[in-house]
């Protein structure tokens, strides 16, 4: 048995260096000299380590702003979302309403159409109203999910009717019951979502490509994106580009990892 453990653990061990030898990879090579990862065979690490590259992103080429646009628009899509997501999510599972069963299989269906169809008529919207180009353009998206809407009702679900009408019977008014009992048993699922809202709108490229026509108001998918057309040969400073967008939202997943699992885990039973 503890062969057979050992060699299960060796096992994991190799899948988890292929998977996170690409990155790894991107991080040395962000730190080599110019033209060194050019050379062949592809050195693993760097001969004289240089932070050069990103000297020269944060100087020269403006990624501190980039990265401030990014971190301030999923800031506030994560906030919005579980602003309108969490109370909506509530209300499909334990509030009684007409149409309320009917609406809601509506939209699950929905959930089964590309979220890349509605990216045209949704551009027109916000044309007509004067907000392309802006960080409200880019909020729009992200206001509300139906997933989202999906993860929070189904874990909601699991909160005992007698809690909620004992509350009522002692003269709680919704928005109390809602602050003092929902909100602090969702707090997993709260997590979960606003990692999820988080890691999508900082990773976000097509939106805030169309959305955003001017430079100085690019996310940093889009600054690295177009950075790229202008630096294709410079293999380095496009791995220090791509260690700067991936690193936050990394850090923050190992930090919350536990959170998004135990709420992960307890939503899948839900319902």
Do not use: C
Not at 32 to 39: N, P, Q, V
Not at 87 to 103: M, T, V
């Amino acid at each position: 048995m503890k062969v057979r453990d050992l060699l299960l653990n060796i096992g994991v061990a190799g899948i988890g260096l292929i998977v996170l030898f690409p990155l790894l990879w991107m991080v040395s090579v962000s730190f080599m000299s110019t033209g060194e990862a050019a050379t062949f065979p592809p050195p693993l690490l760097p001969k004289t380590w240089t932070l050069e590259h990103y000297r020269d992103l944060f100087v020269n080429q403006g990624m501190g702003r980039y990265m401030w646009n990014s971190f301030a628009l999923a800031t506030l899509a994560t906030a919005l979302a579980l602003l309108f997501t969490v109370p909506a999510g509530y209300a499909f599972a334990k509030l009684g309403f007409r149409g309320r069963d009917r609406l809601f299989q509506l939209l699950i269906g929905a959930l089964v159409i590309p979220a890349q169809i509605g990216t045209l008529p949704l551009f027109l919207m916000l044309k007509s109203m004067g907000l392309v180009n802006t960080y409200a353009g880019a909020l729009v998206p992200w206001l509300a999910s139906i997933f989202g809407l999906f993860l929070v009702r189904q874990y909601a679900l699991s909160i005992p009717d007698e809690m909620l009408e004992a509350a009522r019977i002692d003269g709680a008014t919704e928005g109390q019951i809602f602050r003092r009992i929902v909100l602090p048993t969702l707090s997993p699922i709260l997590v979960t979502l606003g990692l999820f809202v988080f890691l999508g709108s900082w990773n976000d490229f097509l939106w805030p490509l169309i959305v955003l026509t001017d430079q100085s108001n690019y996310t940093l998918p889009v600054a690295l994106a177009a950075l790229s057309r202008e630096h294709v040969q410079d293999v380095e400073l496009m791995m220090a580009g791509a260690v700067i967008t991936v690193a936050p939202v990394l850090i923050l997943f190992l930090a919350l990892q536990r959170f998004y699992i135990r709420g992960m885990l307890a939503g899948s039973v839900k319902g």
